[in-house]
């Protein structure tokens, strides 16, 4: 049985992606700070959860001893958490980044994939933007990020497969709820208020289903070297106005539970207009893969968790679901 190590395993797109591991026969060590907590992990023999730090590269270096794989998530993982303490964030999304690649080569780690972001690109007005398109980020979170890329595939080599991905926003429900995500944030809004805000709405955002990132991941471990040796890969759905995705919102909101209507959408100016936009045609030819789910199905699964009582305390107003106000609340060190 393979070993494989996910950093960030306990958060929102861990807790989709680690029972995706354990279906497709792999052993599982989660290794993560557990700012969170682990209730969003399964009880499985086949789970290790190491509660770690991964700027503690003693302690890293022990937890991937055996392991076959790496998946590589965890981060301060949006730009006002980052914002909180900069130095701070520094250190953990990039200094202690090339010690943990390390750590892994040394261990005999045979595959490594590093989820980096879409943000990376900055604003740009290509309406495709490709994985060649010039990184000029906007945010010390994008920059880093950008940064960790060509650290991990100075360490590539026949045996130590390095991979990165930058994905889209993802959206959609986890055990580990997050509603600070454009999608996820419309669609609770739609529910508990009644009413959408929408500020601007022209800006194009990219999106993905948390279960098409997730099962991506999860097949980036068996396809062949050769295809992936080296590789950036983007990964989204489509790009759409933020105007368009709180539509979707309303739309399913409304089929979801009738009794909510009618759903109103309110705009108001906006100082902040960037648009995003990515293809992922590359990832289409060269492996063959595309997304299954689409923004109506996230929504759909929102309203499916709401309905079935899945959310302890107040969705709106409840620190746990906000990464920058749990980070902020536990001054991390």
Known sequence: MKTVLVTGGA???????????????????VYDLMLFGSAGLPSDPNLQVVTGDIRDTAQYAEAVKGCDYVIHMACISNDPSFDLDPSLSRTINYECFEPLVLASKAAGVKRFVYVSSSSVYGVSDSPE??????????????????????????????????????????????????????????????????????????????????????????????????????????????????????????????????????????TTPSNDNRSYRITS?????????????????????????????????NTLTDDSFVNVKTVKALSLK
Request: glycine fraction near 8%; aromatic fraction near 8%.
């Open 11 to 29: 958060g929102y797109k861990g807790c989709i992606l680690v029972p995706k591991l354990l279906k497709a026969g792999y052993r599982v060590v």
């Open 129 to 266: 933007v490709t994985e060649e398109h010039p990184l000029v980020p906007l945010t010390d979170y994008n920059k880093y990020k950008g940064l960790c890329e060509p650290i991990l595939f100075r360490h590539q080599s026949p045996e130590f497969v390095c991979v990165t991905i930058r994905p889209a926003t993802v959206c959609g429900y986890s055990p580990r709820m997050r509603f600070d995500l454009t999608v996820n944030i419309l669609t609770n809004h739609a529910y508990n208020k009644g009413v959408i805000t929408i500020f601007g709405g022209d800006q194009q955002r990219p999106n993905i289903h948390i279960d098409d990132v997730c099962e991506l991941y999860v097949e980036l471990l068996a396809i062949p070297a050769e295809k992936i040796a080296g590789e950036i890969f983007n990964a989204g759905y489509q790009n759409q106005t933020v105007r368009e995705l709180a539509e979707i919102a309303k739309q399913i909101v409304e089929e979801e539970f009738p009794e909510k209507k009618p759903i109103r959408l309110e």
């Open 281 to 313: 045609r590359k990832i289409a030819e060269k492996l063959g893969w595309g997304p299954k789910r689409t923004i109506e199905d996230a929504v759909r699964d929102l309203c499916h968790a709401f309905q079935a009582g899945k959310f302890p305390g």
